[in-house]
């Protein structure tokens, strides 16, 4: 068993546009209460009512999405020229559709993560690790975490933490089980930086090369609750 403490959680309002930190949040069957909570649907001929991502457009890194109130309100999406639209704003799809160059809709549903309602769950010794690695700054935003933990468990344990993994923190568990959980294998996202301005292709190389192409782990909340930033945490098998 190892043990440590949460230090950092991240909510990501609409899927592929920057996020926000909070303090605390609510986990439930939805994963992360509000993550992933919207989407923008590609409405291009040969993609239309796919999820846009920043697969194939990384200019959606350029918007972000908070909440201004509780998760069950619409969320706030900041521009890159500053402007904010309520994601109720009857001109939000068609300033997104100027901005980004891709004509879309919005969608309104809980459990849009890649791996359905899901938690991912990252470690800062192996966030620091890879960092050392690569001999230069590794932001954690990248990797687009939900809850990041400072644990005794050496630099990248998680990578081999399978069906069976329990994490506990406070009254809330979360277990990795379900379809598609355990070590997270990561795409492409990763090596743009968080603002989608510059790619950094080795830093996905170096992950396939030397960590199979993990970073993280998928979990699922099988006990609710509400998490705090610095609430003690344990992970057992």
Request: charged share 25%; net charge negative; proline share 8%.
């Amino acid at each position: 068993m190892y043990s440590g403490s949460v230090v950092r959680l991240d909510r990501w309002p609409v899927k592929s546009l920057r996020g926000e930190r909070v303090d605390a949040a609510r986990f439930d069957e939805r994963g992360m209460a509000g993550d992933r909570a919207h989407a923008l649907v590609d409405l291009r001929e040969k993609r239309a009512g796919r999820v846009l991502t920043v697969r194939q457009n990384q200019e959606l890194l350029s918007w972000r999405a908070t909440y201004p109130g509780p998760v069950e309100e619409p969320p706030v999406l900041h521009g890159p020229d500053g402007a904010e639209w309520s994601w109720s704003d009857p001109g939000l799809p068609a300033a997104l559709t100027e901005s980004l160059g891709v004509p879309l809709e919005l969608r309104a549903a809980d459990g849009q993560q890649d791996r359905g309602p899901s938690v991912l769950v990252t470690t800062e010794a192996s966030r620091a690790a890879l960092e050392e690695e690569l001999g230069g700054p590794v932001e954690l935003d990248r990797f687009r975490p939900n809850v990041h933990l400072a644990l005794d468990a050496p630099a990248f344990a998680e990578q081999d933490w399978g069906e069976g993994t329990v994490l506990t923190i406070g009254d809330v568990v979360l277990e990795a089980v379900g379809d598609r959980a355990g070590p997270c294998i990561r795409c492409a996202v990763p090596s743009w930086d968080p603002e989608g301005r510059e790619r950094w292709p080795k830093l996905q190389t170096w992950l396939i090369e030397q960590h199979d192409n993990k970073f993280g782990l998928i979990m699922r909340a099988t006990r609710p609750g509400t998490v705090h930033v610095g609430d003690p945490a344990s992970v057992r098998f």
